[in-house]
């Protein structure tokens, strides 16, 4: 009866390492956030890139990263099936200098601090989470920020990322909800939107 159980025990083991194994993300993938955060922080830090320099420089990096066009139409959610397409492509515009204006802003905040990648999980063959923790050189700040980057492909199959969690809460599912609410007191009327994250942008504020 043991060799019968022993053999049930080492089937289970290995199918949970399998499982295991097929949920962790490519090191690839990890590599694709680790280099290019790295990257990120190097261009606003630098001290020898003018202001215009590190800008441009950091917005390139941005659209390289990040599923602008994918995202910002998540954001819309509803009002984009209705809107006319110059005025999609409009907020798309819209929404893609606000996101690089505030992601600067919040990388700036992060002086000194680094991007370390802690793990990763596939939620599927083209989807998956790579965790990170942003990290101070000085341990008496407090803890370490947890953060995931979702991360697909684009139609070329490279890495691009869809998403951004802080604390677990999705960034993309967060601006939808603050962006329907905004429509929704203003008539839907998504040049109205338009107008209010193109002032965000100058400011380089949050939506509230």
Do not use: W
Not at 13 to 20: D, E, F, K, Q, Y
Not at 88 to 103: G, K, L, R
Not at 104 to 119: F, I
Not at 138 to 155: E, T
């Amino acid at each position: 009866m043991l060799k019968p159980l022993s053999a049930l025990c080492a089937v289970a083991v290995l199918c949970t390492m399998l499982m295991a194994s097929e949920s962790l993300a490519s090191p690839g993938t990890e590599a694709f956030i680790q280099q290019n955060f790295d990257k990120g922080f190097t261009i606003l830090n630098s001290q020898t890139l003018s202001d215009a320099q590190r800008r441009e420089q950091f917005r390139a990096l941005l659209l390289e990263l990040a599923a602008s066009r994918r995202i910002a139409l998540f954001t819309l959610g509803s009002y984009a099936a209705s809107a006319a397409p110059p005025t999609v492509d409009a907020f798309v515009e819209s929404f893609t200098n606000y996101s690089i204006a505030v992601y600067e802003k919040g990388l700036n905040r992060y002086e000194g601090q680094a991007l370390k990648v802690t793990g990763s999980m596939d939620r599927g063959s083209d989807d998956s989470v790579v965790q990170a923790e942003l990290v101070s050189p000085n341990p008496s700040n407090g803890q370490p920020i947890k953060m995931g980057f979702r991360v697909r492909q684009n139609d070329a199959g490279a890495p691009i990322i869809t998403d951004i969690l802080i604390g677990g809460v999705s960034l993309a599912t967060t601006q939808r909800d603050e962006f329907t609410a905004y429509l929704k007191q203003h008539d839907g009327s998504i040049p109205e939107l338009i107008k209010r994250l193109d002032s965000m942008a100058d400011k380089r504020e949050a939506f509230n």
